[in-house]
């Protein structure tokens, strides 16, 4: 089984390269399933229901989202309605949405199961991530309770501690542990030694001629003057590199191999293998 796994998508620019990309490419990489993480997908601010459909539409099986969850506040029904969206898991208990999925592969009979967490260093006060996870993994395995062929893991954190920490403390439970929210993608694909492959940050699918994604000149403008005048951030719109990790999963339901996306835009093009 092979997954397709993509960073923050950020802005219009970010939507169109995503939703081209897996129109083009989902059948090309063999993609049996595709996530999206789109909690910039608004205008650099959340997610819509119109969104949510373009990715569905597009091929995209789950969309993980992140700090910016609940930005859009014209239809908190969506995230109860919408079975494939999926939020941070350690929020507190009543928040609307569901932590994690389980998700059916069309016509394979396979079940992979997508569990969004968010991070606590640097960031918003969140229940504790390590605590949350446990709790969920004592009701799913791999291969074995409820049937999961696939357990991936969108963690949404700042720190890079914190993301390398949850991904050995998961080592050989899950599939692979995924980092987003900075925007960056960083170089560390593994997989570790009992089989769960990692990543600090996937990147985004964004302008990056742009401050992580929004116009330069406004971020600037706040970082040398602390001047907020041009109010609130606006999403770079030129042409947008798309980020990911391709994912291969082996028969026991953990990492096989890893292989980086990087394509289009700003960024120089890269697939490393691991």
Do not use: W
Request: with cysteine; net charge negative; hydrophobic share 40%.
């Amino acid at each position: 089984m092979r997954i397709g796994f993509f960073g923050d998508v950020v802005g219009k620019a970010g939507r169109e390269a995503i939703v081209n990309y897996v129109n083009l490419n989902k059948s090309v990489y063999k993609l049996d399933f595709v996530i999206v993480n789109a909690e910039n997908a608004a205008h650099g601010f959340g997610i819509t229901q119109k969104i949510c459909d373009q990715l569905f539409e597009a091929g995209v099986d789950a969309i993980t989202l992140g700090n910016h969850t609940f930005d859009q506040k014209d239809d908190m029904q969506l995230f109860d309605r919408e079975m494939r969206l999926v939020r941070p898991l350690n929020y507190p208990a009543g928040t609307p949405g569901k932590g994690f999925r389980v998700i059916d592969i069309k016509n394979s009979g396979k079940r992979v199961l997508v569990i969004n967490l968010i991070g606590r260093l640097f960031m918003e006060y969140n229940d504790d991530p390590f605590r949350a996870i446990t709790v969920l993994l004592s009701d799913y395995e791999l291969g074995k309770k409820k049937s999961i062929d696939a357990i991936i893991i969108d963690f949404h954190a700042e720190a890079t501690a914190e993301k390398s920490a949850l991904a050995r403390y998961l080592d050989g439970k899950v599939t692979a542990v995924v980092g987003t929210h900075t925007h960056i993608p960083t170089a560390d694909l593994q997989i570790l030694k009992n089989g769960t492959g990692y990543l600090s940050d996937c990147g985004m699918c964004g302008d990056y001629d742009s401050v992580i994604g929004m116009d330069d000149v406004a971020s600037i403008m706040r970082f040398t003057q602390k001047i907020h005048a041009f109010g609130k951030m606006q999403p770079a719109q030129k042409e947008a590199t798309v980020c990911g990790v391709i994912i291969d999963v082996a028969d026991n339901g953990l990492c096989e191999n890893m292989q980086t996306v990087r394509v289009g835009g700003y960024l120089l093009e890269q697939k490393d293998c691991v």
